[in-house]
């Protein structure tokens, strides 16, 4: 049931153009999105499809109303890398079984990711299932596509067979199967009939998670995974498929490959939604780079989870992202004046109606953001404030962050500045060292260079340490 007239357009991968949603039923919008497979913390790219997904949902509620619609983001906690980082717990003398270890770094991962998430602004998905509690749909769903010819056993492993949807298999990311074996880097096996054959199910050995199966005890693929726990909590068609580009090939390629040939048609999600990568620094996010980082890592740091979010918003979800210390800057300062500007006041009822257009917009978040700088221009704090919730901002949950006075640091990088110049002239560095070791102590990081002098204050700053300095 739609609650406004507003008209809510998307870019849809599989058609490669924007169009109108139209929701298969509009007391009843579905949206999947892949979530995280839980076996460490999630780094900043994690996370920008959930703030991303989190801003349509809230759309999505905001148009068809909060009981029509049904978001699910899945987690993925039976996966090799999950079980090799047991492995190393149990090699490095941690108690229990192996199978223990697992089911406690998936516990410890999942609360992680929720808690981070959560300071980011994110709403909980409607359903968050995971894998290894819908083993059963997922074994039922091979059965079925070994049973209608998509699908064949071989050595303990169940294929999914490629060439029986050949004619489709390759559209959402615009590739033919014979382009995709000519490039391929996949995994040769004398049990493949083709070499882009995938695995639904592989066998466990006994100290590994793993669940009896007609073809042996074992764990399935990561491709059924998604299909079993959208059909069994979306249906067998629904309406929205989102998830990075990176998943594009393979993983939601074979999604459309296994949930189609088990309906027997080619529906299943009506929409596909991929977001861009993210960057750092105008540099690919690697280790190898050392610009790696959790989103844990940041708010260790002292950056708000609320200015992180704002940042992410300022780029069109279609767009790589950058993050940057200079974007984490100037979001923190403008969510600081707008916090000011909205203090003590009511939110108006309905976000800007040029805010929700610029969302409806294909998620013009950067386009809405704009709208919001010309409200607080003209002083229209309730419509400002109205429109920062749509968007997850300026929350009351969100705000402790700016609690902290926007202090005015100036003389005391000033100051130590003069002290470091006259230190190198008299060779006496005491007094520079007495200054640094009192702003590290009232919660300032210290950054000196040739440039001059930085203090940032850290999450625990206290201005009060700095009195009589």
């Not at 033919?176 to 996949?186: C, E, N, P, T, Y």
């Amino acid at each position: 049931m739609m609650t406004s007239n507003t008209v809510i357009k998307l870019h849809n991968t599989k058609t490669r153009k924007k169009s109108e949603f139209t929701p298969i039923d509009a007391n009843n919008v579905r949206m999947y999105l892949c979530g995280p497979t839980v076996y460490d913390r999630a780094h900043l790219g994690n996370a920008r499809p959930v703030v991303v997904f989190d801003v349509l949902y809230r759309l999505l509620r905001q148009v068809y109303g909060a009981a029509h619609v049904t978001y699910v983001r899945n987690f993925t906690d039976v996966d090799d890398k999950i079980n090799a980082t047991a492995l190393a717990r149990k090699e490095a003398g941690a108690p229990g079984s192996l199978e223990q270890l697992v089911a406690e770094r998936t516990e410890e991962t999942i609360g992680w990711y929720l808690n981070d998430m959560g300071k980011l602004g994110a709403l909980e998905p409607d359903h968050m299932p995971r894998a290894t509690q819908y083993i059963g749909q997922m074994v039922a769903m091979i059965e079925d596509l070994i049973a209608k010819g998509h699908a064949y056993a071989a050595e303990g492993h169940v294929l999914f067979a490629v060439d029986s949807w050949k004619q489709h298999y390759g559209a959402l990311s615009g590739r033919s199967v014979d382009d995709m074996i000519a490039g391929a880097r996949v995994e040769v096996a004398p049990y493949k009939k083709n070499p882009m054959d995938f695995v639904l199910w592989k066998p466990s050995t006994d100290e590994l998670p793993g669940w009896d199966s007609p073809w042996g005890r074992g764990r399935p693929g990561w491709h059924i995974e998604c299909s079993a726990m959208a059909q069994e909590l979306l249906g067998a068609t629904f309406d929205i498929h989102g998830g990075g580009n990176d998943l594009m090939f393979p993983h939601h390629e074979n999604e459309i490959a296994q949930s189609c040939c088990a309906n027997g048609d080619d529906s299943f999600a009506h929409y596909w939604l991929h977001n861009e990568m993210l960057q750092v620094e105008g540099k690919k996010m690697s280790k190898s780079l050392g610009n790696f980082f959790t989103v844990h890592d940041l708010l260790v740091q002292g950056i708000p989870g609320e200015v992180i979010r704002f940042v992410f918003l300022q780029t069109h979800y279609r767009k790589p992202m950058d993050w940057t210390e200079k974007k984490a800057k100037e979001a923190e300062a403008t969510l600081r004046k707008w916090r000011a500007l909205t203090a003590g006041i009511e939110p108006a009822a309905n976000a800007a109606a040029a805010v929700l257009d610029a969302l409806a917009d294909d998620l013009n978040t950067a386009g809405a953001i704009a709208e919001m700088h010309k409200l607080a221009a003209a002083g229209d704090g309730p419509g400002l404030l109205a429109s920062a919730r749509l968007m997850g901002l300026l929350s009351d949950a969100l705000g402790e962050w700016a609690e902290t006075p926007d202090f005015d640091l100036s003389a005391y990088a000033a100051q130590l500045l003069e002290a470091r110049e006259a230190a190198m002239q008299s060779k006496d560095f005491s007094q520079v060292d007495r200054l640094k070791a009192a702003f590290v102590a009232a919660g300032l990081e210290v950054r000196m260079s040739k440039a001059g002098v930085e203090l940032v204050p850290g999450p625990g700053f206290d201005a009060a340490k700095l009195e009589g300095l």
